[in-house]
């Protein structure tokens, strides 16, 4: 780690002000991963400006809108009774991800935002154009069994690593966000999180110096047919191989509307758009849905070792839909 | 049963450890100390030529860079051959020490360290075994499983005359110990004196590797280390560390500490090597084996041969004529190997056990009754009695308490939901061994009782069983009984490894107390009304503070009073405790049968050990309380080697990958659900004064294999390779 000014900032704007003067400062908020990236000599900031005295703290309720504070920790929008009733897969995501002492850490905001866990980002020693542009990418011919399947490029083929976000991304839900003029915006989250293409180093599509202020989402009528299933080497506390989030707005037995985002195939929570189309008006049967994952997997690219993220990713989908189909949680 | 041998003690060291106030070897606090940080090397192998510490130098707090340019050679490498750091350009492993950089504060030296350039020369790295197990050279003989090849009748021959053949080749990869203390040491010299807090499983093996490496007499280096905070193995070997500290602290004329990072870890000890294995068995129809061919090769360093003895246990299982063990090794550009609980062990246990379970569905026969078919009376190899062998009555309880029975013969024929069920079972077996061990006594007239000697505990319980064997010969009561270890000013013992601690140094507190108790009764019979008068020490006892007749316990005095009446503060014995003669007429071993339930959602490829039951005979347990977790963490740990663990190696680049907690995957508690473990004891007067054998690796031999068996009965596919993560259960 090394060494850096700490700044404590009063209001929003004054933090995305204070980031606007300096590209080389980074926000703190749970600090679960920034630190850990600071010890690794990853990230490098010469100054940290803390959110944590920010009033972005509560979940709150207006009309359909429900909006997550960026700065309540991730263990208290799990538990939230507003969540839980209406968004029970962000809930079960949420849960399904880091540990406890973690969650109780982590913030939304730092969720959308942390780097991802591949091997060769995390060790200076190798190359990674994520951390390093221009060095290489050391996953791409290398040991990349936890790596992209889908819209990856030469350039880049890690994952993001959060399962929250891919709740999020099934939810449809938005970014708001301030700039360093004070000025605020909303992004959808489908274009909150970017592919690398020939720019890796840029996990999403934030402008130097804008923050994260909130979270939104819309209420809708899949919360009791909705399924967060994550496929992992170890029972809790590792990343996801393969996780999807399906959510279904049934009438009787026909599928009116699907939304399924899949983690740890990709740079971004993948939303398999075309599938959903597929689902719309079909009855809610086994068969259509394996006909639907296989449609969901064809324009996967899979790497040398991680093939059988495909085959898996299409189980992972059939199964996250029956579940969802039959009563979600659990 | 005795006052208090097996009974349920918790931990007398749990409260310290608890509220923090055990201090581990980081946490020794010394005046002046300064802290280094290692910086490791880029490359796996090739040579350092130039190294900049110019700008770590000038960096805050920062007092020294040590490299190879200014650090001074160790003394005597021959001694002991391991891998020393900063003693030459030459790179043999990836993230190897290049550096320490050392500074007033942790956080000064770590920020400085990330200054520190090095160019090298690279040469290609070698660090694909499974490439290259056909280069594999024979193994140098080890002090434990002796020749690197056994023969018993001739295994060839009846092989190519057998009935039913078998044949597979099983791999295991690297694994680490991940104990959760890092490996630290705090190290300073006083009058040309050092003193060294160590994390350590045998603090001599230290002292003397110390000073020869320094140059100094053994008496003139003070090695302390009275908690460890789990090695199983990795704290064996002296590791690169206390070296470089103590050296730091010479040439720096100040305290210095020096702490790995997990990612150091990784490098600064060894590990389980990648192990690859070829079994054929031959057998009748009916079940005998008539030969057991069992091959293994492992990864060494280019600095030192380490042989994992995987093949130690296949000569002494099972009741088979012929049997031949080979133990390979390839050298690559990685750290030597080291011990991991159960070395060699677990890993031929997994082949050998595996294999077995694979025989009993080509000869269609229950795994369980092919075992009882194979049943060893006498050691197969060189015909010796067992000592004790309660290994049949542990599969009848095991498979009992299981529900073994229960168990459909033909695999895939149980289901729940979306999962498959399967039972697995194995067989486990260590040694029993017993090295020599000396505890001092100090007996005090106040009613206490101190007792010292050098061993560790890193985990099962040594204070606890220690004050126990104490408390029950001794005749006080656990509470006014302390017992020290740790520490090279207290007397010697061997090292806490191969599970002998409680046989050796136990065996040697009983010893003690035995000697004291005779020189109590001399005492006592000084005064010639004594009810002692015309007893001899067998017909003596010490209980509840009194020497008594060990017939009529109302006849007797207390020890109190014996040491008073003869003016004396103390009474202190130093006793050593050899192994017996008589062990070596004996085959001497502990075994055990394990059984798992699996669950396996074929689907996802998800394998979960939904059930374990383990069934141990080692002799006597001491403790029951901490006996069970002993064998629990060896089911842990089992489910671990058999689904999860797995360092994992860029050939490209001779580097571990990783190197964290986080992506190297132990069990967590989600992982592990019902454990039950159960004793059968055993009277054995073979093994040792105590009627002890080790217990702590015993725990884990078999627990891989199992649960591979139990995969394949659920599943029908069979998973030779581990760990058993979902790509291979849904590949397979």
Redesign the interface.
């Known amino acids: 780690m090394r060494a850096f000014e700490y700044t404590r900032a009063d209001s929003a704007e004054s933090a995305a002000a204070e980031a606007g003067k300096n590209t080389r400062a980074r926000f703190l908020a749970g600090g679960t991963n920034l630190l850990d990236l600071m010890k690794e000599d990853i990230e490098r900031p010469d100054q940290l400006i803390d959110l944590n005295r920010l009033n972005m703290t509560e979940i709150t309720e207006s009309g359909d809108c429900i909006r997550l504070g960026a700065l309540v920790s991730n263990t208290d929008t799990a538990n939230h009774p507003l969540i839980k009733q209406h968004f029970p897969l962000l809930t079960q995501a949420i849960l399904a991800g880091a540990s406890q002492q973690i969650r109780n850490m982590a913030t939304n905001g730092g969720n959308l935002n942390q780097r991802t866990r591949c091997a060769y980002f995390y060790d200076t020693a190798m190359p990674c154009n994520k951390r390093e542009p221009g060095s290489g990418c050391g996953a791409v011919g290398g040991l990349n069994r936890m790596h992209a399947i889908f819209g990856w490029s030469p350039e880049c083929v890690a994952v993001h690593p959060s399962d929250m976000c891919v709740a999020l991304a099934a939810l449809d839900a938005t970014v708001q966000v301030v700039d360093s003029q004070g000025v605020a915006r909303e992004i959808p989250f489908a274009n909150y999180h970017r592919l690398p293409g020939d720019s890796p180093h840029k996990d999403n599509t934030l402008a130097p110096g804008e923050l994260i202020t909130s979270i939104e989402l819309t209420k809708n009528k899949m919360a009791p047919h909705s399924h967060y299933l994550k496929v992992r080497d170890r029972a809790s506390y590792a990343f996801a191989l393969v996780s999807v989030a399906a959510a279904l707005h049934l009438d009787g037995n026909k599928i009116g509307k699907a939304r399924v985002a899949l983690g740890g195939v990709a740079h971004k929570p993948w939303r398999v758009n075309q599938m959903e189309d597929f689902l719309q008006g079909k009855p809610a049967e086994d068969e259509i849905f394996v006909d639907a994952a296989a449609l969901a997997v064809k324009t996967a690219r899979p790497l040398e070792r991680n093939a059988f993220k495909v085959d898996l990713a299409r189980r992972a989908i059939v199964r996250a839909l029956q579940k969802a189909r039959d009563g979600g949680m659990v | 049963m005795g006052k208090y041998i097996g009974k349920e003690f918790s931990r007398v060291d749990g409260v310290a450890k608890v509220t923090g106030a055990a201090p581990y070897a980081a946490e020794f606090h010394v005046p002046g100390t300064a802290h280094g940080y290692l910086v490791?090397s880029?490359i796996a192998k090739g040579t350092i030529t130039k190294i900049d510490t110019a700008a770590a130098e000038k960096s805050?707090g920062v007092v020294r860079v040590f490299t190879h340019k200014n650090t001074p050679k160790f003394a005597h490498p021959e001694k002991y051959k391991s891998f020393k750091a900063l003693q030459s350009p030459e790179i043999v492993f990836?993230?190897q020490p290049i550096a320490v950089v050392v500074a007033e504060t942790f956080?000064e030296a770590?920020?400085a360290a990330?200054l520190v350039e090095a160019t090298y020369r690279r040469e290609d790295p070698s660090t694909d075994f499974f490439g290259r197990v056909e280069e594999a050279e024979q193994a140098p003989d080890s002090p434990f499983s002796g020749k690197s090849v056994q023969t018993t009748g001739d295994a060839e021959q009846a092989m190519s005359s057998a009935e039913i053949t078998f044949e597979a080749e099983y791999t295991i990869p690297a694994e680490h110990h991940n104990p959760m203390e890092p490996h630290a040491a705090v190290a300073y010299w006083k009058n040309g004196k050092l003193k060294i807090f160590d994390k350590s499983q045998d603090v001599y093996t230290v002292r003397s590797n110390l000073a020869a490496a320094l140059g100094v007499p053994e008496d003139d280096v003070h090695v302390v280390s009275p908690y460890v905070g789990g090695a199983f193995g990795c704290s064996i070997r002296t590791n690169y560390y206390p070296f470089l500290t103590a050296m730091m602290a010479r040439e720096l004329k100040r305290p210095v500490k020096l702490v790995y990072t997990r990612?150091q870890m990784f490098t600064g000890h060894g590990y389980r090597p990648f192990t690859h294995q070829k079994i054929q068995l031959g057998a009748k129809k009916t079940g005998e084996l008539i030969s057991i061919i069992h091959e293994a090769a492992n990864n060494t360093s280019t600095v030192e041969k380490w042989n994992d003895s995987t093949t130690r246990f296949t000569r002494h299982i099972y009741a088979c004529p012929n049997m031949k063990t080979i133990q390979r090794l390839v050298k690559t550009d990685l750290p030597t190997p080291c011990a991991m609980r159960a070395p060699g062990a677990v890993s031929g246990m997994f082949a050998l056990e595996s294999a077995l379970d694979e025989l009993s569905y080509k000869l269609d026969m229950d795994p369980l009754e092919l075992r009882l078919k194979n049943y060893a009376e006498v050691d197969p190899a060189n015909g010796k009695p067992y000592s004790t062998k309660a290994l049949r009555e542990c599969y009848r309880r095991g498979a009992e308490k299981f529900g073994w029975d229960k168990r459909q013969p033909i695999p895939r024929s149980m289901r729940e939901g979306?999962e498959l069920i399967g039972y697995g079972m194995s067989t486990g077996i260590w040694y029993a061994f017993q090295q020599p061990a000396t505890v001092k006594v100090v007996l005090k007239a106040d009613g206490t009782a101190q007792l010292t000697s050098a061993t560790s505990d890193i985990g099962p319980g040594t204070y606890t069983v220690m004050t126990i064997i104490a408390a029950e010969y001794l005749g006080i009561a656990p509470e006014k009984i302390s017992f020290g270890l740790g520490d090279t000013q207290m007397p010697k013992a061997p090292v806490q490894g191969g599970s002998w601690t409680t046989a050796s140094v136990g065996s040697a507190v009983h010893g003690a107390a035995m000697k004291l108790k005779s020189r109590l009764l001399s005492l006592a019979q000084k005064d010639k009304d004594s009810p002692l008068q015309g007893l001899g020490p067998d017909e003596v006892v010490l209980l509840d503070g009194r020497l008594q007749n060990r017939k009529q316990t109302s006849n007797g005095v207390s020890i109190v009073g014996i040491l008073k009446a003869e003016g004396m503060d103390s009474m202190t014995e130093v006793h050593k405790e050899t192994p017996s003669k008589i062990r070596e007429d004996y085959q001497l071993l502990a075994h055990g049968a394990q059984f798992v339930e699996v669950r396996v959602d074929e689907?996802?490829?998800?394998v979960?050990v939904s059930r374990a039951v383990e069934a141990t005979a080692c002799g006597k347990i001491m403790n029951p309380k901490t006996s069970h977790s002993q064998e629990m963490g060896g089911v842990v740990w089992g489910i671990g080697m058999a689904?999860?663990e797995h360092t994992?190696v860029?050939d490209?680049?001779g580097?571990i990958?990783?190197p964290?907690l986080?992506?190297y995957?132990v069990?967590?508690?989600?992982?592990v659900r019902k454990v039950d473990t159960d004793f059968i004891e055993e009277d054995d007067r073979v093994v040792n004064p105590l009627g002890v054998k080790g217990m702590g690796e015993l725990g884990m031999v078999g627990i891989p294999a199992a649960i591979s068996n139990a995969v394949y009965h659920a599943t029908g596919k069979r998973i030779r390779h581990l760990p058993m993560?979902?790509?291979k259960v849904?590949?397979a």
Request: hydrophobic share 30%; proline share 8%.
């Open positions: 490791m880029r805050p990836n993230a956080e770590r920020a990330n990612r979306n689907q996802l490829g998800m979960r689904l999860t994992e860029d490209r680049f580097r990958m990783n964290s986080a992506d995957h069990p967590c508690c989600a992982d993560t979902p790509d849904l590949k």
